[in-house]
């Protein structure tokens, strides 16, 4: 069993940054893939960030590709997802997602992933 905490949501202005955390418990952080994703009202759930357990891949959907940086401390069992250049369309809440996997490529898919936080607010205005 893994517990996922996420931290650092909030209000800010089109342009501004902020920086998402994703605290785990439980379990060998270090064994599990992870992933972001976002969920604004009226929309289905989107992926918008993994990394690889082993941290040497990251993969982004293209809507917060060169905005978006995911990145993980194995030794803090911690992710983060540092957001810039924000925009309205991002404003959504954002949830931390794990799964531990042979395959050293993590998934884009929700269903793949087992674990999953409370969400995060972020809200971005114009």
């Known amino acids: 069993q893994v517990q996922l905490v996420e931290s650092g949501g909030g209000l800010v202005q089109a342009g501004g940054s902020l920086r998402l955390s994703c605290a785990a418990s439980?379990?060998?952080?270090?064994?599990?893939?992870m992933a972001w994703f976002r969920h604004a009202p009226g929309k289905e759930r989107e992926f918008v960030a993994a990394i690889s357990w082993s941290d040497v891949s990251t993969y982004y959907a293209n809507s917060v590709k060169g905005r978006f940086t995911i990145s993980r401390d194995n030794a803090e069992n911690t992710v983060y997802l540092r957001m810039n250049s924000l925009k309205p369309e991002d404003t959504a809440v954002y949830y931390c997602?794990?799964?531990?996997?042979?395959?050293?490529?993590?998934?884009?898919?929700?269903?793949?992933?087992?674990?999953w936080g409370q969400g995060t607010q972020v809200t971005v205005s114009s």
């Open positions: 439980g379990r060998t952080f270090s064994n599990y893939h």
């Open positions: 997602a794990a799964r531990r996997s042979p395959l050293t490529t993590p998934q884009a898919g929700s269903m793949w992933y087992n674990y």
